[in-house]
């Protein structure tokens, strides 16, 4: 490519700032028709400046989410609808493993309004744990481990460890994103191999992930759809994507 077009330009600052967008919310951005935005995307893409997706694009990258405080912005109403949903499934004297995340920060404060008496939480999120600590109704247990900045959490094998010492009924987790083949991808390892631990010590794992994870890139694997009991999104998966969640034996709650 000679030269990028200020469109070009402006695509890729979009998806740099927000990881995924999909063709719908550049059409508008952009005041272009979809044909003309699909030309943009596959031009860019053959040239390896983004990943094309069913229904969107995300930024060329598998290694790096989008900055904490914008994703406290993005899709803020949506994640706020998933988290009320999810916060339903949790009842007095049960027990809960947390992931960090914006998402599990909505829950959290979900939780927070409900204040489920005799609750127990174990969490890598010190965000998820200061929102809770406002309830003493609530126990918290937080790990250990290597600090994860950008997430306000900590992950790496010491926080792993930590949580092999407990078994909790329900795992609730956001997650970096969802490929196409139903796979559940983090930015990186530590965070996924606490994810993977929790999951595994977990009677039930709930998924929250709004409609933009859905094909969004990373690099690490957690898991597959298959093994999550429950996914909570949004708003109605397209068609592949309601027929993967079939596929995987997975319940679907829409928040919406």
């Known amino acids: 490519m000679a030269s990028l077009t200020k469109r070009h330009s402006d695509i890729l600052d979009m998806l740099s700032r927000r990881g995924y967008a999909a063709i719908e919310e550049m059409v508008a951005a952009f005041d272009v028709t979809p044909q003309t935005l699909r030309r943009d995307l596959q031009e860019l893409a053959d040239h390896g400046l983004l990943?094309?997706?069913?229904?969107?694009?995300s930024a060329n990258l598998s290694t790096a989410n989008t900055d904490y405080g914008l994703r406290h912005v993005e899709t803020a109403a949506e994640k706020a609808s998933i988290a009320r949903a999810a916060a339903d499934l949790v009842t007095p004297g049960s027990s809960l493993f947390i992931t960090p995340g914006t998402t599990t920060d909505a829950l959290a404060k979900a939780i927070a309004e409900r204040r489920p008496r005799g609750l127990r939480v174990v969490t890598n999120s010190t965000v998820a744990a200061s929102i809770l600590d406002k309830c003493p109704e609530i126990s918290i247990l937080i790990t250990g481990g290597y600090w994860l900045g950008q997430n306000r959490a900590c992950g790496g094998m010491?926080?792993?460890?930590?949580?092999?010492?407990?078994?909790?009924?329900?795992?609730?987790?956001?997650i970096g994103g969802i490929d196409a083949e139903g796979n559940l991808l983090e930015y990186r390892d530590d965070e996924a191999i606490v994810g993977r631990t929790m999951m595994r010590n977990a009677r039930r794992s709930v998924l929250l992930a709004d409609h933009s994870k859905f094909s969004r890139v990373a690099m690490a694997r957690l898991a597959h759809l298959s093994e999550v009991s429950t996914l909570i999104t949004d708003r109605q998966p397209n068609q592949a994507t309601a027929q993967m969640i079939r596929d995987a034996r997975c319940e679907l709650i829409i928040s919406g």
């Not at 092999?164 to 987790?173: F, I, P, V």
């Open 51 to 57: 990943r094309r997706h069913h229904g969107g694009a």
């Open 158 to 174: 010491h926080a792993a460890a930590f949580i092999e010492n407990y078994r909790c009924d329900l795992h609730m987790t956001s």
